[in-house]
Nanobody, 129 residues
Framework: QLQLVESGGDLVQPGGSLRLSCRDT?????????VGWFRQAPGKERETVSS????????YYRDAVKGRFTISRDNLNNRVNLQMDNLKPKDTAIYSC?????????????????????WGQGTQVTVSS
């Protein structure tokens, strides 16, 4: 069982950028997991923003963030990062890192928030002028 923790959330103006980072608090590798991010805004349903396969070859982005967000693995530091550019007020939400165990060298990516097995507490992202 992982103990996921997120960092990087902040208040930023529209058009700004943030970089979220996810890791296990004990430094465990994330190699055996598909890892991603979901977000939840007040009064709205949870939605998966992006995910990356454990092979690193496959990625998923929901339509609303395509071309603005980039997910990546940093296997040297056992982290998964989400670079968020050109942020919009509608991106305001709590962003949580999530993981699901997958087979070795798998290209599986999670799209639905119901596919996640474990997740962290979340980090607040607020986009406002």
């Amino acid at each position: 069982q992982l103990q996921l923790v997120e960092s990087g959330g902040d208040l930023v103006q529209p058009g700004g950028s943030l970089r979220l980072s996810c890791r296990d608090t004990r430094g465990f590798a994330l190699d055996d997991y598909v890892v991603g991010w979901f977000r939840q805004a007040p009064g709205k349903e949870r939605e998966t923003v992006s995910s990356i396969s454990n092979s690193g070859r496959s990625t998923y982005y929901r339509d609303a963030v395509k071309g603005r967000f980039t997910i990546s693995r940093d296997n040297l530091n056992n982290r998964v990062n989400l670079q968020m550019d050109n942020l919009k007020p509608k991106d305001t939400a709590i962003y949580s890192c999530a993981a699901t165990r997958s087979g070795p060298n798998s290209d599986y990516v999670a799209r639905s928030p119901y596919e996640w097995e474990q997740w962290g507490q979340g980090t607040q992202v607020t986009v406002s002028s």
